[in-house]
């Protein structure tokens, strides 16, 4: 398929930019994959897909339209679950051909938890169009701060010391910098509140995210349950893989020292890198 032909030719830049995901679970959505636009109604193919968890389509493929490529199921574009045309800007090649490698990738059955490049853009173009549901997530988002992971500092044991040193303070101190604001951080269980100013500055900072930007920041900050993490991969200071370790600073310090739980321990990081990968994705204009 020209889709599968286009996803392996790209599969190294895939790797170095997009390593995926989670300990904390996205929130629910109803439906969070795409359905295939038909002429009649927009629901009709999502249906058949929930009710017989089937592949129905043959071919995917890759088109380029005008100013915009679409995903297309036997040459009929995707369709978000709001209803409206999945349709990529011509700077998110990548993020297209990703989409198009997943579908082609479900064989007999559809598997709605590996489509995350499909349900991030989904969200985005659902999501993110109007300003009233924009400043509603960025106050969510936010709220994240009040308690973000890595503000939260211990003296021991020693090997975790080494790894927020290592992965959390880099961050503190470009988000302090960068942005010209002042991030609380505490070595007890209470946490002196963030300058209201803060807040402010990055409610800013979000509001002139685009839609893609702010769907990434979306997942990242719930699968990280880090304002900054996220905020650090949105602005691509630092990559997937990087955001995955600063997440899981705190597990990765228990299995040092007692070791791993398989089938546990393991599979919240491969499941984080997966959700982190596909923000750091969405945000590429590759």
Same mark, same amino acid.
């Given at each position: 398929?020209?889709?599968?032909?286009?996803?392996?030719?790209?599969?190294?830049?895939?790797?170095?930019?997009?390593?995926?995901?989670?300990?904390?679970?996205?929130?629910?959505?109803?439906?969070?994959?795409?359905?295939?636009?038909?002429?009649?109604?927009?629901?009709?193919?999502?249906?058949?897909?929930?009710?017989?968890?089937?592949?129905?389509?043959?071919?995917?493929?890759?088109?380029?339209?005008?100013?915009?490529?679409?995903?297309?199921?036997?040459?009929?574009?995707?369709?978000?679950?709001?209803?409206?045309?999945?349709?990529?800007?011509?700077?998110?090649?990548?993020?297209?051909?990703?989409?198009?490698?997943?579908?082609?990738?479900?064989?007999?059955?559809?598997?709605?938890?590996?489509?995350?490049?499909?349900?991030?853009?989904? #969200?985005?173009?659902?999501?993110? !169009?109007?300003? @009233?549901?924009? *400043? /509603? =997530?960025?106050? &969510?988002?936010?709220?994240?701060? $009040?308690?973000?992971?890595?503000?939260?500092?211990?003296?021991?044991?020693?090997?975790?010391?080494?790894?927020?040193?290592?992965?959390?303070?880099?961050?503190?101190?470009?988000?302090?910098?960068?942005?010209?604001?002042?991030?609380?951080?505490?070595?007890?269980?209470?946490?002196?509140?963030?300058?209201?100013?803060?807040?402010?500055?990055?409610?800013?900072?979000?509001?002139?995210?685009?839609?893609?930007?702010?769907?990434?920041?979306?997942?990242?900050?719930?699968?990280?349950?880090?304002?900054?993490?996220?905020?650090?991969?949105?602005?691509? #200071?630092?990559?997937?893989?990087? !955001?995955?370790? @600063?997440?899981? *600073? /705190? =597990?990765?310090? &228990?299995?040092?020292?007692?070791? $791993?739980?398989?089938?546990?321990?393991?599979?919240?990081?491969?499941?984080?890198?997966?959700?982190?990968?596909?923000?750091?994705?969405?945000?590429?204009?590759?």
């Amino acid at each position: 398929m020209q889709a599968s032909r286009l996803a392996r030719s790209l599969l190294p830049l895939r790797t170095s930019l997009c390593r995926h995901t989670t300990q904390h679970r996205l929130p629910p959505h109803p439906r969070r994959y795409a359905s295939v636009a038909t002429s009649g109604p927009a629901v009709t193919a999502t249906n058949r897909a929930e009710a017989s968890l089937k592949r129905f389509w043959k071919a995917v493929g890759v088109e380029e339209r005008e100013d915009v490529f679409a995903v297309t199921l036997d040459k009929r574009p995707l369709r978000t679950p709001g209803g409206n045309r999945l349709l990529l800007p011509k700077n998110k090649r990548l993020v297209a051909t990703l989409i198009a490698s997943e579908w082609e990738n479900q064989e007999t059955l559809l598997k709605p938890h590996s489509l995350p490049m499909t349900s991030i853009a989904s #969200r985005a173009v659902d999501a993110f !169009a109007e300003e @009233a549901n924009r *400043a /509603e =997530v960025r106050k &969510q988002l936010l709220k994240y701060l $009040e308690t973000d992971t890595i503000c939260f500092h211990q003296k021991e044991p020693a090997v975790l010391m080494k790894l927020q040193e290592m992965h959390w303070r880099p961050i503190l101190d470009w988000t302090e910098s960068s942005f010209d604001v002042k991030i609380s951080t505490t070595d007890s269980f209470l946490l002196s509140p963030h300058p209201q100013e803060t807040y402010g500055k990055l409610d800013t900072l979000m509001s002139g995210f685009d839609v893609w930007e702010m769907a990434a920041m979306e997942r990242a900050t719930y699968t990280s349950k880090s304002f900054l993490i996220a905020l650090a991969l949105v602005k691509r #200071r630092i990559t997937a893989e990087a !955001a995955a370790l @600063a997440a899981h *600073a /705190e =597990v990765n310090s &228990q299995i040092e020292q007692w070791g $791993e739980v398989e089938d546990s321990h393991d599979v919240d990081y491969h499941d984080m890198r997966r959700q982190l990968g596909s923000a750091a994705c969405l945000v590429s204009n590759l």
